[in-house]
């Protein structure tokens, strides 16, 4: 059988808050902060003019929200696009052409 244990409310109350406190704090720390950056810290972000930044957005080559006439970018779409553009290393293109070519000949 189960220990059942009597609390006065107020104490019960406040170790509900102090729990809840604690699983908030900790789901806030674990979630990444999606802010949104301006033009201008886009722009110093991935070190271009801001002309550069409209350029990309009118032909659609960079990620980019809008709402109404402004423009905004999230830091982590930014870094996979930039990711997207990644060359490869000669190392990684030869394992590339190892790896296709020992399943072109299996």
């Given amino acids: ?6 609390v006065p409310k107020k104490e019960l109350s406040t170790l509900i808050e102090e729990v809840l406190r604690k699983v908030l704090t900790e789901q806030v720390k674990s979630e990444p902060k999606e802010t949104l950056m301006s033009i201008d ?12 930044i409209y350029t990309w957005t009118s032909t659609k080559k960079i990620p980019y929200i809008k709402c109404g ?21 000669k190392e990684e293109l030869d394992h590339i ?4 070519y020992s399943k072109k000949v299996s």
């Fill in 97 to 100: 052409q190892k790896t296709y």
């Fill in 69 to 89: 006439k402004r423009l905004y970018f999230k830091e982590q779409d930014l870094l996979a696009w930039l990711e997207k553009g990644k060359q490869k290393t």
């Fill in 41 to 52: 810290e886009a722009a110093q972000f991935l070190n271009v003019s801001k002309s550069t």
């Fill in 1 to 6: 059988m189960e220990n059942i244990i009597i």
